[in-house]
């Protein structure tokens, strides 16, 4: 069965630990964000990006992409309130999707192989499916359109680790190959180490 799938990059922050704005941070020439765009563009049926601090610095970036109708940006006016609301921004614009993939920045190195194997394990008996390496939680996840609701009624001061936490979410870990999907990049010497 074919699952309809959109992509969920939230870029809205204001990348204070590391100095610069990290979605275009270049990764193997590219920045983060394109990066992770191409590899997701043949694989996924909608990409939303949620913007926020220097949003047009990101639609400037996105020129740079052959035209695509896949890509759609979205602001979040509230991006000061933190990622968790430019999430549900995100999710009110992926209403149509079976799944949502929902996608850090700091995950440019992530290899296809990494998707077409996450997809694979796609169960719609499951709300939420989330990688594990060295029995650690990583990301991205992927979230079942039924949990939407429940995300986006959640309180602002809310996010995902409170969410995860509640009984009547089915959750699958699938343990994995890719030690990419602990990256975390929020310093400068975070950002060394990715790419040396």
């Not at 035209?67 to 149509?96: C, R, W, Y």
């Not at 594990?132 to 602002?156: A, C, E, F, T, W």
Request: a positive charge; charged letters at 20%; aromatic letters at 10%.
């Amino acid at each position: 069965m074919k699952h309809n799938i959109t992509a969920l990059i939230t870029v809205a922050g204001l990348s204070s630990r590391m100095g610069a704005f990290k979605p275009l941070l270049l990764y193997n020439g590219k920045s983060f964000l394109v990066n992770i765009i191409e590899k997701l563009n043949p694989i996924c049926d909608k990409i939303v990006i949620v913007t926020g601090h220097k949003a047009s610095l990101i639609e400037t970036e996105l020129k740079s992409l052959p035209q695509n109708d896949k890509i759609k940006t979205v602001f979040n006016e509230n991006f000061k309130d933190g990622m968790f609301s430019s999430l549900q921004v995100g999710l009110n614009n992926s209403l149509n999707s079976d799944w949502i993939l929902y996608h850090f920045i700091d995950q440019p190195n992530l290899p296809t192989k990494f998707y077409e194997d996450l997809f694979s394990q796609i169960d719609d008996s499951f709300d939420w499916i989330q990688p594990q390496y060295d029995q650690k939680n990583g990301h991205p996840i992927l979230l079942n359109k039924r949990i939407i609701s429940v995300i986006s009624s959640s309180p602002k001061t809310s996010n995902l680790k409170i969410l995860s936490n509640q009984t009547d979410i089915r959750k699958k870990y699938w343990l994995c190959k890719h030690p990419q999907i602990l990256n975390d990049v929020d310093t400068v010497d975070n950002y060394l180490k990715l790419i040396m």
